[in-house]
Every structure is written in C-alpha cells, then in structure tokens.
C-alpha cells in the first residue's frame, strides 16, 4: 500500500522569502506525484504534476518541485512567496495501474506573514 | 466550459439519519471520484465510478455507498450516519481510466456534520 507523509503540518513565511513544502511517499511500484492546493472555504486545486520525463517540474503560480527516485522524495518549492499563497498544500500519490485513486499527505499549511 | 459543482454545500445530520450528496462532473468527463476530508487532514479515497460502474474503493464501510448516472453525475449516499462522519465530502471528475491522466477537478465539496 502507498503512503504520504509531509513533514511539516505548518509553514509560517515572510513575503518574498523562499519557501519548501516536503513530501515522502512510500509505494512498492511506480508511482505518479502530485502538489495540490487548497484556499480557504474552495476545493482542490492542481499545481503541477509528475508522470515520467524530466524530475525537476514546474507548475502554476510560479511553484515546481524535484522528484527524488532515491529518496522517495517530491518537495514542493517557491523562490519567492506572496500573500495570496496562503493556503493549504497537499501532496499525494497514485500508482500507475490505479486509474486515478490518489492517496494525499496529511497537508502543510502556509501562512504568508507581511 | 462547466466546472464540478456539488449540492448540498453544508449540511447537518443526526445520528443514525442517512444522507445523499450531489455531484456534476466536469463537461466531457465520464469518471467521478468522492473523497473524504476530516478536519485538518488530508482527504481519503471514496470510491470512484466510471461509466455508471464501481472501480475502486478506499477502506469505507458498506454503508458508504454511491451511484453514477448516464450523464456522469453521480451521488454519494451514507447510511446510519456516524459523529466520525463529520467531515468534507468531495467530488472529483476526469476523463478516462486507461493511461492516467494526471489531473482530477475536484468541486468545492459538501460540509457535512453530524451532531
């Protein structure tokens, strides 16, 4: 079976600082990656993806993330964060022979201080 | 183009009571996906369906169950409703099984509690 884990439940950052949202998954096939977000009150929202090809993946809103086959790692990461980015951020898995069944991390919550 | 739209947007139960939550699908998607979200936690796979037929189903009782209907709107029921049942009810559409997609739309979900 697949796991999630995001290491942090909390993220507080300044306005403009660099921010990392991290992400372990363990799975004994191959897997797909996925960040997505989530803004108060709203459903999820799709910020990028990994299926095959390059390990390093950019996304929406000026996020991308690194998918680490050896460190069954996919880290969420923005060079420089605005107040809007305040939300809750999910990682989440599904294995390549499961149709689209995803399995989400627990979540990080950004707060974006000015 | 029309998004996934859910009904109720919240609603309040009681124990034992049963309730069915409403989902649109995404326009040209046939597959339909409910997720359960806690507070505070990440959300869990449901179940899905795919061209009116169960294909997959997380660890939920039998008394979760659902349905998809020809135009690929689909309902989620629950049966003797539980205070754990608390939580956000989200409906996700796609396009197909065969070779992931990699994309859900996922609506804004139905609140539900139990008290």
């Known amino acids: 079976a697949q796991s999630v884990t995001q290491l942090d439940s909390q993220v507080p950052v300044f306005e403009e600082a660099p921010v990392e949202l991290r992400c372990n998954y363990s799975?004994?096939?191959?897997?797909?990656l996925f960040w997505y977000v989530q803004y108060p009150n709203q459903g999820l929202q799709l910020l990028l993806k990994y299926l095959s090809g390059s390990t390093l993946v950019k996304g929406i809103n000026g996020f991308e993330a690194e998918f680490n086959k050896s460190q069954t790692s996919f880290h969420l990461r923005k060079p420089s964060v605005h107040i809007s980015d305040t939300a809750e951020y999910f990682c989440?898995?599904?294995?390549?022979?499961?149709?689209?069944?995803?399995?989400f991390g627990g979540g990080t919550r950004v707060l974006v201080k000015p | 183009e029309t998004g996934v739209t859910q009904s109720p947007t919240h609603l309040i139960k009681t124990r034992g009571q049963q309730v069915t939550l409403r989902c649109s699908s995404q326009s040209g998607h046939n597959t339909v996906s409910w997720y359960q979200q806690a507070l505070g936690q990440g959300p869990q796979f449901i179940f899905q369906y795919y061209r009116e037929e169960e294909n997959g189903r997380g660890n939920f009782p039998p008394r979760f169950s659902g349905l998809q209907f020809p135009n690929y709107s689909s309902e989620l029921n629950v049966n003797a409703l539980e205070l754990d049942d608390s939580a956000l009810y989200l409906c996700?559409?796609?396009?197909?099984?065969?070779?992931?997609?990699?994309?859900?739309?996922f609506g804004e979900g139905s609140r539900l509690t139990v008290l």
């Open positions: 989440a898995v599904s294995e390549e022979a499961a149709g689209n069944k995803l399995t």
């Open positions: 996700a559409s796609s396009m197909g099984l065969a070779g992931y997609t990699g994309e859900l739309f």
């Open positions: 799975s004994s096939v191959s897997v797909y």
